[in-house]
């Protein structure tokens, strides 16, 4: 049976102590990461390895595009996506949860680990 190709995890987040945070934290864990600085990047990241991604770490508040904007265009590439939103707002102060529904999970920032980890895990079928 033919190897699986690793799964990559797609930051896209404005903020560039964020990206490089949560490289960090990912890449200790032995998982491959890519950077996405703003949401043209990070969709051109993602159309352009989407069959390699297995997670997106998506900033909810880019400049210039609302957080459901790149949601929206990010499903119209691959419906399938696991995509999980970092917030410094909890979920109830953003959007009601049926808004959330077919996301991986919400992070609040700062992003603790555990939490991280949990989704990674649950996003990419890790033990």
Request: neutral net charge; hydrophobic residues 45%; glycine residues 4%.
């Amino acid at each position: 049976m033919p190897k699986k190709p690793p799964k990559i995890i797609l930051i896209i987040d404005d903020q560039s102590m964020a990206r490089k945070t949560l490289r960090r934290m990912l890449e200790y864990y032995k998982l491959e990461v890519l950077e996405g600085a703003d949401a043209r990047e990070g969709v051109e990241i993602f159309n352009r390895e989407r069959a390699r991604i297995g997670l997106v770490l998506l900033d909810a508040t880019l400049p210039g595009v609302a957080a459901d904007k790149m949601l929206t265009v990010l499903r119209s590439i691959d419906k399938e996506a696991k995509i999980a939103l970092c917030t410094e707002e909890s979920v109830g102060e953003t959007k009601s949860r049926d808004d959330y529904a077919d996301l991986v999970g919400v992070l609040k920032k700062p992003i603790r680990t555990d939490r991280l980890l949990a989704i990674v895990r649950q996003a990419m079928d890790l033990e």
